[in-house]
């Protein structure tokens, strides 16, 4: 288990150094890096699953500490890279979220849970797998909310050279966005159905807080999609709301087992 996070982490850390680097430099042809950077990744991949694997394994289940469960979200971000990266060769979105993966590995490690809950019900593995997918969407809507907002300032301050050249245009990347948001939406709606299917007492199963920042984030999605539809709500709008909407269910997701694993115990 410890050999596969160790592999991972390289394996994640040095595909980010052959992005940026192909990233950074000018007119290299990516053609020549792409197989075996895509090998790299994929075994990074197979590593980072094993890992996960073993330590469900070792907990006899469905292993619910911090940061277990943040590095099955990255494994699910690093997945969706991998595919995106296919699509837009000179600007992967593994340059942002491997370094982030491997961080993820390395907190697995030095920071475990002193007791890490586990399912009271194994029909709530389907709660589990919508909301970690529905956070790992969230998470890159985010990241991508950020770069876009970045390449939106460059480009009214008529500074779009370099770097930034190299980005897809800003409507495929706010076009990215919110299929990144719809989908994490309807996949958050789902985890949010399944799970309040399992509630009994929310006070008694310490789910108040983790519920209810749920519940607005999933709120403040609704809206941002409601006006993108109504009013075509774009650019700096939707950047902020993505931004609070995801501000909200990070605070729900690690907020929440932040305090009740490491504070209150």
Known sequence: MAIANALAFLLYMSSSVILIRRFVQKDQNAVKTSIPLGIMIIMALLFHATDIFFTMKSAGGWNLGLFTTFSLTTWLMAFIAL??????????????????????????????????????????????????????????????????????????QRQAAGLMRKLPPLQSMEAALFQLILTGFALLTLGLITG???????????????????????????????????????????????????????????????????IVN
Not at 208 to 237: D, E, I, N
């Open 83 to 156: 595919l995106s990266g296919a699509r837009y060769p000179n600007s992967h979105p593994g340059i942002v979220i491997y370094p982030l993966v491997a961080l993820s590995l390395i907190l697995k490690v030095e920071l475990p849970s002193p007791q890490p809950p586990s399912l009271s019900h194994p029909a709530l593995e389907w709660h589990v797998l919508l909301s970690l997918a529905a956070y790992s969407l969230f998470m890159l809507a985010a990241i991508q909310a950020i770069i876009l907002a970045i390449q939106e300032k460059h480009l009214r």
């Open 196 to 262: 309040l299917m399992f509630v009994d007492d929310l006070f008694d199963q310490h789910l108040v807080h983790k519920t209810s920042l749920s519940l607005v984030s999933w709120c403040v999605f609704a809206a941002l999609l409601w006006g993108r539809w109504r009013y075509g709500w774009r650019g700096k709008t939707a950047v902020k709301w993505t931004l609070v909407g995801f501000s909200f269910l990070l605070l729900a997701f690690m907020g929440s087992k932040f305090v009740l694993e490491y």
